[in-house]
């Protein structure tokens, strides 16, 4: 089992539309997490960071986690055709200190 | 401007030699890190620093090479031993250990090594 899992995707959504991206991790006591966001051939961008249960909202972009089934996901209201992009989930077992895990990507495809 | 930076963008490595790749920040950023990228793939750590003078191995780290000996600057050499070292390598920055912030990491634009 790889530690962090994404959607294998591809994703299509059309636009205007919600698009979820999924996310879970092995390690039970993983305390931070990140989605990042990386169009071809391009290096990837933080998005999103959360730390706590719940839902962290940022413009049209919402992370959710939820620790106690070990999954951390995304959503993007009223997605863009500038939206589509391979996302990448990243999970850290502190909060101030050592390495992420990084899962494979899920790649989202706006249709306009 | 802050930022990371990456050199070459592009660069072609014949069988048996040795590459070293560059890799610099001006955010005053303590952790430094390397990434290997394959098509269609995930990051995969290679190595990474959170401080100066000192490195851990990351997943991956055989074939590879890094050195730490300012805090801005965070090379790294594809050696020879390195069978299949085509792919995109990206390297990446955080802020102070200890910050609730840590692991948020800055990208660099990454450097594509090719084989020939």
């Known amino acids: 089992q790889k530690e962090v899992e994404q959607n294998s995707g591809p994703l299509s959504v059309p636009e205007g539309a919600i698009a979820s991206l999924n996310c879970t991790y092995s390690?039970?006591?993983?305390?931070?997490f990140f989605w990042y966001r990386q169009y071809s051939g391009k290096s990837p961008e933080l998005i999103m960071s959360i730390y706590s249960n719940g839902d962290k909202e940022d413009g049209r972009f919402t992370a959710q986690l939820n620790k106690a089934s070990q999954y951390v996901s995304l959503l993007i209201r009223d997605s863009q055709p500038s939206d589509s992009a391979t996302y990448l989930c990243?999970?850290?077992?502190?909060?101030?200190?050592?390495?992420?895990?990084f899962g494979d990507g899920t790649t989202l495809t706006v249709k306009p | 401007d802050g930022g990371i930076t990456q050199s070459p963008k592009y660069l072609f490595r014949k069988e048996g030699q040795n590459v070293t790749l560059s890799c610099e920040q001006n955010l005053n950023h303590d952790a430094m890190y390397w990434y290997r990228q394959d098509p269609g793939q995930g990051l995969r750590l290679i190595y990474y620093s959170q401080i100066v003078n000192d490195f851990q191995k990351g997943d991956i780290a055989e074939g590879y090479s890094v050195s730490r000996e300012k805090k801005e600057s965070f090379p790294l050499t594809v050696t020879s031993a390195q069978k299949n070292p085509t792919a995109f390598y990206l390297c990446a920055s955080s802020i102070a250990s200890g910050s609730s912030s840590y692991n948020e990491q800055f990208f660099g634009p990454g450097t594509r090594l090719t084989v020939l």
């Open positions: 390690d039970r006591v993983s305390q931070s």
């Open positions: 990243a999970v850290n077992l502190y909060t101030n200190a050592g390495k992420s895990t």
